[in-house]
């Protein structure tokens, strides 16, 4: 289906905005629909004769509901239904038919499923009304009765019984095998460091709440609006769950107001918003609450510990790497945490180790660079550690152990111009005037420290398909089931069709967001723009050919004598490279061919043979400057310099945004972010925005994005790679080891708040020269 | 939320009668004032305060600020924080308690939220905030569950195994510093509160944050005549920039001598107490003194005599001490600029 859906409400670039190119700063295309409130999101979409469900969930973290008493609730006036697992519609029986595209091993949670409790904020049941205040109210009189069971949420009490993670879930490896003996080069090596990190529980906490609205139609069809990173996933697992046609169901997100990976599995208010529109045969709202969204998966806690051995020169003879993550009891969650280990850095002798325990909580989910957030950041610590020891500039530490090919199997990279970045990123910063030791610069009552460190992400492509129509009157309408998570997929593929057809930003729309137009993978992983990216230029490619095929067969055509080579496709229409003046616009060639309007569909399959041959990743330099007062550890981050390789960039703006708001990120996992369980309860405790800490404007000072040249046709036939996630990995630890040379102390413990880096004792000045 | 009766009082009768008319079918203690509502309406979403009845307070003419015959500022209950802290007496003879505003919430709750919220705002312990888990002052009884929990945020003095619980206002912090006074309002007649006694100690009934009586309006909020405008400081220590309340805040005020002595020495910290803490002694200990580190060390170690930590929050103790000593030294030092510029809101 690539023609235009008219209730999807795509957004089009403001009239007048005129001829673009790739590379180019193009303000977002969805940037007014957005800030002016017209962009609806999945909560918003009006539907006729809509209940209302709002979720009650469990307080405690693991045994069985013994029952409910919900005479209360049934009576307030405008309650129609309170769905429980007594009461709730047929579902399938079988795990796999819950297993949605992205998840990893194990039976994935099932909403009223049954009465076993997994995790504290579990929904145990859905109060559905004819107002949200109704049902709203009603919610806080069902009362359950639960049989309690012990439960077991503290990850540092149980390290003792990790196990071997089951690597199924898409996009992970396993940590390789052992390279060379790690152990033995470790105890031969001149300096050693040893030490661990721990990093606490994330909440991804994107600004629109997780919100399902299912509207059903008079023949049973259900238009859902969700909040996902992929309306065909949620597509396909409502029609697995509930036993229902793909044709019965379509899944909409044509905005989505943040995700960071919360999106990328189907949450569950989805399930529940289906379940009450089956069952009571009306569409059906369910939106979560702030606090509900920490009953969601999180960034797991992580305990890792690292072991470097060196050269007295600074060359790596031995790398350890262990980390221990916490999963449910029902799936083991995995994510890349300890492979970059053997991966950034020149070293014969590696050992990974990565191991799960099992708690009682949700499933971990994918957040914003998983495994390497944390992982690389532990490493790039480490790395900080061992330039102290050497008493080495941290910079020439990395560059000492450059890695040149890919450690494994002796691969080259597809494109690699971290040194590019380490150059200009230590430029722009001024690193070459760091003094070496701690301790070294004061300001006032304050120490002043630099830190750097290295990060690294996948360059990863996926298949997809899309679909353009190009009309007479020089509209071209691009389509594939892709999201914009606000992250300007909708600006990205609009450049490249406009750019690739010579036509104006605003004569494009590209359309996203639907389960049923031609098929894209999920948005995560920033694979997006790489993906969905060249499907578009490839069926733009193809409407390329087809306009001057129909150029060249006119009477009398200007180009009856020209190759396709010989021509390019700007200012409106195609025109012979060595002589601009011989052109004609869309809009003249449509009509002297006498089509309405022409189709092409374009499938891309990634070159895997080819991209075999290679180890693919984007790569970047972090430098920060942070002024700790350290009387009391409050610590200002006061400059960042993130240098980024990421192959071509196609959108610069949006591009540019994706690394500076990573990098907020990353200072807010260095210094801000946590999510703080009572163990005794088994229960997240700090679930709102008063108290769960994200960095605010006032904690943001300047950052500086340098985007390195790299084209990578490895990758991806546009030469781009993806931006998503590579700004956040580096920034903690650039920051803690900004930290370490402000004050000499090293924090291992993310975030790294007041009382872990203000000074112990009595030892500190506290009227530090004001 | 449960469903409320709603009610736009006219004049502070009209409230005061609103609370349980008409025709008293409301129990006294059931109705709930609403001013800015930053506090009492997110209370009401997670069920923590259920009130039967609102009555809004907005429509009252407290919300002036005026000068005394006495010399001191009469500060309407329904002034705004931001209104309070820009107000140009406040900033010049009152500095502060400006920064002291400045330095909480944000802006837009600033705007928003009254002088008199601000005074009956509630703590931000975890389980207070969490209906599903027991908690003493939201239900009497239950239990405290912080106790042994997460207790970061708690008190480092003048707990009780009741509660541990903080107050936490830093408007309240510079108000007990500066002897404001509370005027109180009721069908009974009109009474005035020092501010020492307007907080409580959470002892065995933690449910009462305040001396307060359920029948009673917050009318205005009296400044004595200042002393201390040319040497005051606001320090506020807490987890991020913007947007979080204290771990620990200190507020320091002193009058200097011409010989630089200490004249006249306030101090008061946020964020370790169920109320503003104040000890008339530890001033003493500054009176007549130069303005010196040791001897802010002594009234810091004074101030803080019997301080306990949970565990968890044990680093309040050292913060706070240090965060005395500093907030001293910037206040003999001379009072900072203005902390944020009018632009700002
Ligand atoms: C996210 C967040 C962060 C915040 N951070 C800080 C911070 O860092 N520092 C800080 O000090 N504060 C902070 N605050 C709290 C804020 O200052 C208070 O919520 C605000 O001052 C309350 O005032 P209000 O007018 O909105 O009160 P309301 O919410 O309207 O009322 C609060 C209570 O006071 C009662 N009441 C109000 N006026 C009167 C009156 N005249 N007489 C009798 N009773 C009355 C109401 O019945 C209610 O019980 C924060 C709040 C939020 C939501
Ligand atoms: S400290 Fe006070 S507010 Fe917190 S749980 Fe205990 S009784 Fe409740």
Redesign the interface.
């Known amino acids: 289906m690539n023609e235009r859906i008219h209730d999807l409400q795509t957004p089009v670039a403001d009239a007048g905005t005129g001829f673009v190119r790739v590379g180019m700063p193009v303000s977002r295309v969805d940037g007014r629909a957005k800030v002016t409130g017209e962009a609806r999101y999945a909560a918003e979409h009006p539907a006729h004769d809509l209940a209302y469900g709002v979720v009650v969930g469990s307080t405690i973290a693991r045994g069985r509901i013994a029952g409910f008493r919900l005479r209360e609730a049934l009576a307030v006036p405008g309650v129609v239904e309170i769905i429980t697992h007594e009461n709730r519609p047929r579902m399938r029986s079988f795990d796999l038919f819950y297993k949605d595209m992205t998840a990893p091993a194990g039976a994935p949670f099932r909403p009223l499923y049954d009465g076993e409790i997994h995790f504290s904020g579990q929904p145990v049941a859905l109060v559905v009304a004819e107002t949200f205040e109704a049902a709203r109210y009603a919610a806080s009189l069902v009362a359950v009765d639960y049989l309690p069971q012990q439960h077991e949420t503290n990850l540092m009490s149980q390290l003792a019984r990790s196990h071997k993670p089951k690597p199924l879930k898409a996009g992970f490896s396993p940590p390789p095998d052992e390279r060379g003996d790690a152990e033995a080069a470790l105890l031969a090596a001149a300096v050693r460091i040893e030490a661990e990190y721990y990093s606490g529980v994330e909440h991804h906490n994107p600004l629109e709440l997780f919100a399902s609205t299912v509207i059903r139609g008079e023949d049973g069809h259900l238009t859902i609006y969700d909040k996902t990173q992929s309306s065909q996933n949620s597509r396909w697992y409502v029609s697995r769950v509930f036993g229902l046609g793909k044709d019965k169901v379509t899944v909409r997100n044509p905005y989505v107001g943040g995700a960071f990976g919360s999106g990328l599995r189907p949450q569950y208010q989805l399930p529940l918003a289906v379940m009450a529109a089956l069952q009571l045969r009306r569409s059906v709202r369910v939106v979560l609450t702030r606090q509900q969204m920490f009953s969601l998966g999180h960034r797991p806690e992580t305990l890792q510990r690292i072991r470097l051995g060196a050269d007295r020169d600074g060359r790596l003879r031995a790398i350890v790497h262990e980390a221990v993550a916490e999963t449910s009891c029902y799936e083991d969650y995995v994510e890349v945490v300890v492979n970059w280990s053997g991966q950034l850095y020149a070293c014969d002798n590696v050992k990974l180790i990565y191991r799960l325990v099992a708690l009682d909580q949700s499933s971990p989910m994918d957040m914003r660079a998983p495994g390497a957030a944390h992982g690389v950041h532990a490493l790039e610590v480490a790395m900080d550690e061992l330039a102290w020891a050497l008493r080495l500039d941290p910079l020439e530490l990395r560059l000492r152990n450059y890695a040149e090919q890919d450690q494994m199997k002796g691969l080259p990279f597809s494109s690699k111009a971290l040194r590019d970045c380490y150059e200009r990123g230590a430029r722009r910063f001024g690193w070459a005037r760091r003094p070496l030791a701690p301790r070294s610069m004061r300001e006032g009552s304050e120490l002043v420290g630099w830190g750097m460190a290295t990060g690294t992400w996948d360059a990863m492509q996926m298949f997809a398909r899309a679909g353009a129509v190009l009309h007479a009157d020089g509209r071209l309408v691009v389509s594939s089931a892709a999201t914009d998570i606000g992250t300007g997929t909708y600006t990205a593929m609009c450049t490249l069709a406009a750019d690739a057809l010579g036509l104006r930003l605003e004569q494009v729309m590209f359309q996203l967001g639907d389960s049923n137009l031609p098929v894209a993978p999920i948005e995560g992983g920033s694979s997006h723009v790489a993906t969905v990216g060249s499907a578009v230029a490839g069926v733009c490619a193809k409407l390329q050919k087809r306009l001057f095929r129909m150029a060249r067969r006119l009477h009398n055509s200007p180009f009856a004598k020209a190759r396709f080579d010989e021509v390019e496709f700007a200012g409106g229409g195609l025109r012979l490279r060595r002589q601009p003046s011989v052109a004609m616009s869309v809009e003249e060639v449509m009509a002297a061919a006498g089509e309405a309007a022409i189709e092409e569909k374009y499938l891309m399959l990634p070159k895997v043979l080819k991209q075999k041959k290679y180890l693919r990743a984007t790569h970047s330099a972090v430098f920060c400057e942070v002024k700790v007062d350290e009387a009391f550890g409050t610590v200002r981050v006061t400059r960042v310099v993130s240098a980024v390789a990421a192959g071509r960039i196609i959108s610069a703006k949006t591009a540019r945004s994706q690394v500076s708001g990573a990098v907020v990120w990353g200072i807010s996992q260095a210094l801000h972010e946590e999510t703080h369980a009572d163990h005794r309860l088994g229960r997240f405790m700090n679930h709102n925005l008063a108290e769960y800490h994200v960095t605010v404007n006032a904690d943001v000072r300047d950052i500086d994005v340098i985007f390195v040249d790299e084209d990578d046709r490895v990758v991806s036939a546009i030469g781009a790679k993806g931006v998503g996630e590579i700004g956040i990995v580096g920034v903690a630890a650039a920051v803690c080891n900004a930290i370490f040379h402000a004050t000499g102390r090293r924090v291992r413990s993310t975030p790294m708040t007041p009382e872990k880096v203000m000074a112990p004792g009595g030892d500190v000045s506290v009227s530090a020269a004001l | 939320?449960?469903?409320f009766a709603y009610h736009l009082a006219r004049d502070p009768a009209d409230a005061l009668a609103a609370l349980t008319a008409p025709g008293g079918n409301i129990p006294l203690g059931a109705a709930s004032f609403l001013a800015g509502g930053t506090n009492i309406l997110d209370l009401m979403k997670?069920?923590v305060a259920r009130p039967m009845r609102l009555v809004d307070l907005n429509q009252l003419a407290l919300a002036r600020i005026e000068e005394t015959p006495a010399g001191g500022l009469l500060l309407g209950a329904l002034a705004r924080n931001a209104d309070t802290a820009y107000h140009p007496l406040v900033r010049s003879r009152y500095p502060l308690l400006s920064a002291a505003i400045l330095a909480g919430a944000?802006p837009q709750i600033r705007n928003m939220a009254s002088n008199g919220g601000n005074l009956l705002q509630r703590t931000?312990c975890?389980?207070f905030?969490?209906t599903?888990?027991p908690c003493n002052k939201r239900s009497p009884g239950s239990g405290c569950?912080a106790l042994?929990?997460?207790t970061?945020l708690h008190a480092i003095l003048g707990a009780s195994e009741h509660c541990i619980a903080t107050h936490p206002s830093d408007m309240c912090v510079a108000l007990a510093a500066l002897e404001a006074v509370v005027h109180l309002r009721s069908a009974r007649g009109e009474r005035q509160l020092a501010f020492a006694d307007f907080h409580r100690l959470p002892g065995d009934t933690p449910q009462h944050d305040n001396t307060m009586a359920a029948d009673e309006l917050i009318t205005h909020i009296e400044l004595p005549p200042a002393r201390h405008a040319a040497h005051s400081a606001y320090l506020k220590?807490r987890?991020?920039?913007?947007?979080?309340?204290a771990?620990v805040s200190v507020a320091a005020a002193l009058a200097l001598d011409e010989g630089g002595r200490i004249a006249s020495a306030r101090l008061a910290l946020g964020g370790v107490a169920h109320k503003p803490w104040r000890q008339p002694e530890a001033e003493a200990v500054l009176q007549g003194k130069p303005a010196e580190?040791a001897h802010f060390a002594a009234a810091a170690a004074v101030l803080l005599a019997g301080a306990r930590g949970e565990g968890v929050n044990d680093?309040k103790i050292?913060?706070a001490r240090?965060?005395i000593?500093?907030a001293l030294?910037?206040a003999a030092?001379g009072t900072p600029g203005p902390a944020c510029r009018e632009e700002e809101r």
């Open positions: 939320m449960t469903p997670e069920n944000s931000r975890y389980y905030y969490d599903g888990t569950t042994g929990g997460l970061r220590l987890d991020r920039a913007s947007y979080s309340f771990l580190p680093f050292p913060m240090r965060a000593v500093r030294e910037v030092a």
